[in-house]
């Protein structure tokens, strides 16, 4: 089982109001990654890092922002939150080897359910 | 525009049939991964397959990878109560320098197995 976790579950604000997902893992990886998933539709990569202090941005635009000061914590933060951010947001976390092929496992966490009012 | 396309998007079946989704793209992939994500849940790998041509097994579950790399498909045999959940294909495309590599996935198979 996968020891990565994400805080909180579900969350429901009004519009305006700045957020920040948590997302720790214990396993030590390198490589984080924030998903965006809407149901009946496609995983969207939104941002990714491959160690502390380095982020990038995912395939898919978003107004959101992350960081990586510590290996085991990757938050994403919503500066103002507006009911287009409303979502399921996935965190994974992969380890840093030769990625050979793009074989490398990416573990998930449950998810944090957002809603935007 | 969708890189990689699952079907079906949806499927019902009965305990102890048969079934097969299908994961096809137009790109290539250096790999191709197989997960299962239960309600409320992230997704968890199933399969990674590497070579074109490539079968893998895992119990009653079989992947296939296309020879040219561009699609894969899963069988499942007897299906039980327990398979139902939402499957996802996801595509390793390389990333600019070919160290590292981004997943592309599709939206997934909803398979329900009714008792």
């Known amino acids: 089982e996968a020891d990565i976790y994400q805080t909180p579950r579900y969350l429901v604000i009004g519009t305006g109001k700045k957020i920040t997902l948590e997302c720790s893992q214990t396993?030590?990886?390198?490589?984080m990654y924030w998903y965006q998933q809407d149901p009946g539709m496609e995983l969207h990569l939104i941002h990714y890092?491959?160690?502390?202090?380095?982020?990038e941005k995912g395939d898919l635009s978003s107004e959101s922002t992350v960081s990586r000061i510590r290996t085991e914590h990757f938050p994403l933060t919503l500066e103002s939150a507006r009911p287009s951010h409303t979502s399921q947001y996935l965190c994974?976390?992969?380890?840093?080897?030769?990625?050979?092929?793009?074989?490398?496992?990416?573990?998930f966490g449950p998810g944090t359910r957002l809603t935007v009012l | 525009t969708q890189l990689l396309e699952q079907s079906p998007q949806f499927l019902s079946i009965q305990e102890g049939e048969n079934l097969t989704v299908y994961c096809n793209s137009s790109?290539?992939?250096?790999?191709l991964q197989w997960y299962r994500q239960e309600p409320g849940e992230g997704p968890v790998l199933l399969v990674t397959?590497?070579?074109?041509?490539e079968v893998k097994k895992l119990k009653r579950l079989t992947f296939q990878f296309g020879d040219a790399r561009k699609d894969s498909s899963l069988h499942i045999t007897a299906a039980q109560p327990g398979d139902t959940g939402l499957y996802l294909c996801?595509?390793?495309?390389?990333?600019?320098?070919?160290?590292?590599?981004?997943?592309?996935f599709g939206k997934g198979t909803l398979l329900t197995v009714n008792p």
């Open positions: 994974a976390s992969s380890e840093s080897t030769s990625d050979r092929g793009g074989t490398d496992t990416q573990y």
């Open positions: 396993m030590g990886h390198d490589k």
């Open positions: 890092s491959y160690g502390v202090n380095s982020t």
């Open positions: 790109s290539v992939f250096s790999s």
């Open positions: 397959v590497v070579t074109g041509g």
């Open positions: 996801a595509g390793a495309i390389p990333q600019s320098g070919g160290s590292n590599y981004k997943l592309t």
